[in-house]
């Protein structure tokens, strides 16, 4: 029976030596859709890099979307969280977590639920013993206005965008955002002043589609 589905989001596992057929450009924290398992039980998966992997189950691990404080209840004891603002709590029962500093502070599940608590910042990362990966988020590059925004403008001509960058015009020291098509000019939108806009995007590096969510 097969561990996975097809649909389930997946991602490489770190623990595996030597893939059977190779990572290709795939990294390991590039996530991906199962498309096709086979009857010997070798699985498709639809990276953003790369549209058609494939391999075999235990090259793979199954990605959370979101992870509930009934997940949470269900995990072993061991079972590490780390918060946004640095925190990080190790479970050393079923329903009680230990701060992971000089202070040894307590938490139950219930107090790490009640909004009292929003100062550790939101959940960004559980680990399991022997600390396996079972559920991370990675922030996005844009945030939602730029993405309305830039794909207004790419609706045209979005089969021919081979990247998008952020660059920096140094005579004047503002920055700008360049849509380089295959075949043709690129497409340079208004300045704005460093660090106001596109935060999430490095400087100069060519981003995909697929990577900025367009």
């Not at 329903?95 to 107090?111: A, M, P, Q």
Request: with cysteine; net charge positive.
């Amino acid at each position: 029976m097969s561990k996975f589905k097809v649909g389930d989001k997946v991602k490489l596992n770190k623990l595996v030596g030597n893939f059977k057929y190779g990572r290709g450009i795939v990294n390991f924290k590039s996530i991906g859709k199962i498309i096709r398992i086979t009857e010997d039980n070798e699985y498709y998966v639809d990276f953003p890099l790369c549209g058609c992997w494939h391999g075999r189950e235990k090259e793979l691990i199954l990605v959370k979307e979101k992870y509930t404080y009934e997940d949470l209840k269900k995990s072993p004891v061991g079972t590490k969280i780390t918060f946004k603002y640095g925190i990080t709590l190790i479970k050393i029962n079923n329903d009680t977590f230990e701060e992971h500093s000089f202070t040894r502070s307590i938490y139950s599940l219930k107090e790490l639920q009640d909004n009292e608590y929003n100062i550790l910042g939101k959940i960004i990362k559980i680990e399991e013993p022997e600390y396996k990966t079972v559920y991370e988020i990675e922030d996005e590059i844009l945030d939602k206005a730029e993405k309305r925004y830039l794909r207004g403008i790419i609706i045209p001509f979005k089969d021919k965008v081979t990247c998008i960058r952020k660059l920096r015009n140094l005579m004047e020291s503002l920055e700008y955002i360049s849509i380089e098509l295959s075949g043709e000019s690129s497409i340079c939108l208004p300045y704005f002043e460093q660090n106001t806009m596109y935060k999430g995007m490095k400087l100069d590096k060519k981003y995909k589609l697929e990577e900025l969510g367009l």
